[in-house]
């Protein structure tokens, strides 16, 4: 039985984004490129949510508060530009 995880299930679903040259191909990328940004979106407004949290007197809320905000600051370091 073949093992799958998230992120193989999320682009099963979503399809894939890479354009490869072939405009009728490419067209329906486009749009599994649009949803894929859609998701990822909503993904980062919650991830932003949590991270509203990091100073809260309360641990567990204070812990993923943190851990949120480090992720996104990486993620900003990581395809910052220019």
Do not use: W
């Amino acid at each position: 039985m073949a093992v799958y995880t998230l992120h193989d299930i999320i682009k099963k679903v979503l399809g894939p984004i890479k354009p490869v040259g072939d405009s009728g191909i490419d067209k329906i990328r486009y749009g599994n490129l649009l949803n894929t940004m859609e998701v990822v979106e909503s993904l980062l407004q919650e991830i932003n949510n949590v991270s509203q949290c990091k100073n809260n007197h309360q641990d567990s809320m204070s812990k993923a508060g943190k851990k949120a905000n480090d992720f996104l600051r990486d993620v900003y370091l990581e395809y910052e530009r220019e």
